[in-house]
């Protein structure tokens, strides 16, 4: 070792030369609270495995509809047009995607749950 190296290394051995390295563990690992931060790391575990699951389950995830463009929005069509098929639309293909999920979800008008909603609006 250098001699500069030296006077750290002593300086610093001089320091921790009579520390309890067990007993500074365990007081930091007691003073971390480590079983609140476990609890916060599966709450966000599980909000992240709940966002997955409603993803993957999504009707845009499962049928994967055709994205294009349509005029100046985006169209995720899943069908050969848009009388026999179910479409969405938006400004970006994640917005066509969720106006596809919600019009997935919307029962035809002159089908009878539809004429019963139509009826209340």
């Given at each position: 070792m250098s001699d500069s190296y030296q006077a750290i290394?002593?300086?610093?051995?001089?320091?921790?030369?009579n520390a309890d390295i067990g007993?500074?563990?365990?007081?930091?690992?007691r003073d971390m609270s480590i079983p609140h931060y476990f609890e916060m790391t599966m709450h966000a575990a599980q909000q992240t495995i709940g966002s997955l699951e409603q993803w993957y389950?999504?009707?845009?995830?499962?049928?994967?509809?055709?994205?294009?463009?349509?005029?100046?929005?985006?169209?995720?069509?899943?069908?050969?047009?848009?009388?026999?098929?179910?479409?969405?639309?938006g400004d970006?293909?994640?917005?066509?995607?969720?106006?596809?999920?919600?019009?997935?979800?919307?029962?035809?008008l002159n089908s009878p749950s539809g004429i019963a909603i139509a009826a209340k609006q």
């Amino acid at each position: 070792m250098s001699d500069s190296y030296q006077a750290i290394f002593d300086a610093v051995r001089s320091k921790i030369q009579n520390a309890d390295i067990g007993e500074a563990v365990e007081r930091a690992v007691r003073d971390m609270s480590i079983p609140h931060y476990f609890e916060m790391t599966m709450h966000a575990a599980q909000q992240t495995i709940g966002s997955l699951e409603q993803w993957y389950m999504a009707p845009s995830a499962i049928y994967r509809p055709a994205i294009s463009i349509d005029g100046n929005q985006w169209c995720a069509l899943y069908g050969d047009d848009l009388q026999c098929g179910v479409a969405g639309f938006g400004d970006t293909p994640e917005l066509a995607m969720a106006d596809f999920d919600k019009n997935w979800r919307e029962p035809l008008l002159n089908s009878p749950s539809g004429i019963a909603i139509a009826a209340k609006q």
